[in-house]
C-alpha cells in the first residue's frame, strides 16, 4: 500500500520570501510523483511531476520539487512567492502501472503582503 | 486545460434520493475517475475505469456505483445520498503511460445532502 503525508497543513509567509512545503510518502514498489494546485472553488491543476531522470524538476509558476528517493521525499519550493500563490497544495503518487493517484492531505499556503 | 465537463457543478438533494453525477469528456482517454474531497482527507478515489464497461472500485466506494457505456461519459451514482457524502466530487482523466501518466481533473461537483 501507498501513503503519502504532507506535515504542514498550513504554511503561512510573506511575499517575496521562499517557501518550501514537504512530502514525504511511503510505498513498497517505485512511484510516479506529482504536486498539485488548487485555487479556491477551482479544480487542481498540475504544478509538476516526477517520472523518471534528473531529480530536479521545475514546474509552472516558477515552482520545483526535488526527489529524494533515499529519503522518499518530493519537496516542493519556490524561491520568491506572491500572493496569487495562495492557495492549497497537493502532493501524489501513482504506483507503477496503476494509473491511479493517492493524494496527501494537502497544505494551505497562504501568502501575505 | 483538459477538456472535461462535469454536471450538475453545485446541487443539494434530500437524504435517501437518489443523485446521479455526470462526467464528459473530449479526450478521448482511456482512464476515468471519481474523487471526492473533503477537509483534513484530501483526495479519495471512490471508483476508477480503465475502459468502456471496465470499472474497479477505489478506497472509498460504500454507497456509490458507477457506470460507463461511452469512451467520453462516466457516471457516479449514489443509490441512497447521505449526509455523510455531502462532499465535493471531482472527476479525472488520463491517457495513461503513453501521455506522461498524468491524470487531469474537472472543476468540481458540489453536492449537499440535508
Known amino acids: 500500500a501507498q501513503s503519502v503525508t504532507q506535515l504542514d497543513s498550513q504554511v503561512p509567509v510573506f511575499e517575496e520570501a521562499p517557501v518550501e512545503l514537504r512530502c514525504n510518502y511511503s510505498?513498497?514498489?517505485?512511484?510516479?510523483l506529482f504536486w498539485y494546485v488548487q485555487y479556491p472553488n477551482q479544480g487542481l491543476q498540475l504544478l509538476l511531476k516526477?517520472?523518471?531522470?534528473?531529480?530536479l524538476v521545475k514546474g509552472i509558476n516558477g515552482f520545483e520539487a526535488e526527489f529524494n528517493k533515499s529519503q522518499t521525499s518530493f519537496h516542493l519550493r519556490k524561491p520568491s512567492v506572491h500572493i496569487s500563490d495562495t492557495a492549497e497544495y497537493f502532493c501524489?503518487?501513482?504506483?507503477?502501472?496503476?494509473?491511479?493517484?493517492?493524494f496527501g492531505t494537502g497544505t494551505r499556503l497562504q501568502v501575505f503582503p | 486545460d483538459a477538456g472535461i465537463t462535469q454536471s450538475p457543478r453545485h446541487k443539494v438533494t434530500e437524504t435517501g434520493t437518489p443523485v446521479t453525477l455526470r462526467c464528459h469528456q473530449t479526450?478521448?482517454?482511456?482512464?476515468m475517475y471519481w474523487y471526492r474531497q473533503d477537509p483534513g482527507h484530501g483526495l479519495r478515489l471512490i471508483h476508477y475505469?480503465?475502459?468502456?464497461?471496465?470499472?474497479d472500485k477505489g478506497e472509498v466506494s460504500d454507497g456509490y456505483s458507477v457506470s460507463r457505456s461511452k469512451t467520453e461519459d462516466f457516471l457516479l451514482t449514489l443509490e441512497s445520498a447521505t449526509s455523510s457524502q455531502t462532499s465535493v466530487y471531482f472527476c479525472?482523466?488520463?491517457?495513461?503511460?503513453?501521455?506522461?501518466?498524468?491524470?487531469?481533473f474537472g472543476e468540481g461537483s458540489w453536492l449537499t445532502v440535508v
Open positions: 479525472a482523466i488520463s491517457g495513461g503511460a503513453g501521455y506522461g501518466n498524468t491524470i487531469y
Open positions: 510505498s513498497s514498489v517505485s512511484v510516479y
Open positions: 516526477y517520472l523518471s531522470g534528473s531529480t
Open positions: 501524489a503518487v501513482s504506483p507503477y502501472n496503476t494509473d491511479k493517484l493517492i
Open positions: 479526450e478521448n482517454h482511456r482512464y
Open positions: 475505469s480503465y475502459g468502456v464497461k471496465d470499472t
